[in-house]
């Protein structure tokens, strides 16, 4: 039990630290203040260079979030997959307005399932292009939910045959309760806000 509440701990600690905002605060400002911290916010706001700087350390927290959870608690790596999605989510260094947890949740799975994670990928980089061909007009919603909804089933699918299950299923239960609570409490720019 202790080595799990570690485990737990640690992970929601360093999911909490969200590359997004630590990046904009380096600038002098808060992204927060005009859009969602994650890759996509921070590439509208700064540009290419920063999206994959602070995606690829969100994707290394939660890698490493994941590798604690097999040295530590290899039975339940799951906990540390729910546990840095939601410091991501609900960072306690950041007022608990975080990002939407896609990053970590790659990078965790990428430690414990990265043939579950390439399938899931894969699936969205297929469906995604094919979706804006065809659909995107008519239809007039982003891709990457539309992605979301085909490629999460396939990840599940994935998931039973090559691991990482109860991973995905903590990460993604995170995630959706992050994206029902932007849905009902959509995050309101700051006045005055804008790129600078």
Same mark, same amino acid.
């Not at 929601?12 to 859009?35: C, F, K, N, T, W």
């Not at 992605?147 to 959706?176: E, H, Q």
């Given at each position: *039990?202790?080595? $799990? =509440? $570690?485990?737990?701990?640690?992970?929601?600690?360093? /999911?909490?630290?969200?590359?997004?905002?630590?990046?904009?605060?380096?600038?002098?400002?808060?992204?927060?203040?005009?859009? $969602?911290?994650?890759?996509?916010?921070?590439?509208?706001?700064? !540009?290419? !260079?920063?999206?994959? =700087?602070?995606?690829?350390?969100?994707?290394?927290?939660? %890698?490493?979030?994941?590798a604690l959870a097999l040295h530590v608690t290899p039975q339940a790596?799951?906990?540390? *997959?729910?546990?840095?999605?939601?410091?991501?989510?609900?960072?306690?260094?950041?007022?608990?307005?975080?990002? !939407?947890?896609?990053?970590?949740?790659?990078?965790?799975?990428?430690?414990?399932?990265?043939?579950?994670?390439?399938?899931?990928? %894969?699936?969205?980089?297929v469906v995604i292009p094919l979706y804006k061909a065809t659909l995107?007009?008519?239809?007039?919603?982003?891709?990457?939910?539309?992605?979301?909804?085909?490629?999460?089933?396939?990840? =599940? =699918?994935?998931?039973?045959?090559? /691991?990482?299950?109860?991973?995905?299923?903590? !990460?993604?239960?995170?995630?959706?309760?992050?994206?029902?609570?932007? $849905?009902?409490?959509?995050?309101?720019?700051?006045?005055?806000?804008?790129?600078?």
């Amino acid at each position: *039990m202790p080595a $799990l =509440l $570690l485990v737990a701990a640690a992970s929601y600690l360093l /999911g909490s630290l969200v590359a997004g905002v630590l990046y904009s605060r380096l600038r002098g400002e808060d992204i927060r203040g005009r859009d $969602l911290p994650g890759g996509s916010g921070t590439y509208r706001q700064y !540009g290419v !260079g920063a999206a994959v =700087l602070v995606t690829a350390l969100d994707i290394l927290k939660g %890698a490493a979030a994941a590798a604690l959870a097999l040295h530590v608690t290899p039975q339940a790596t799951w906990i540390a *997959m729910l546990g840095v999605v939601l410091g991501h989510c609900y960072p306690v260094y950041f007022r608990f307005q975080g990002g !939407g947890g896609i990053a970590p949740l790659l990078g965790a799975l990428l430690v414990v399932a990265p043939l579950t994670l390439a399938g899931t990928v %894969a699936t969205a980089l297929v469906v995604i292009p094919l979706y804006k061909a065809t659909l995107q007009s008519r239809v007039t919603l982003n891709a990457v939910p539309v992605a979301t909804v085909i490629a999460v089933p396939v990840g =599940l =699918l994935l998931a039973t045959r090559y /691991g990482g299950l109860a991973d995905l299923l903590a !990460g993604g239960a995170a995630m959706a309760v992050r994206a029902a609570h932007l $849905l009902i409490r959509p995050p309101v720019p700051a006045p005055g806000a804008g790129r600078s």
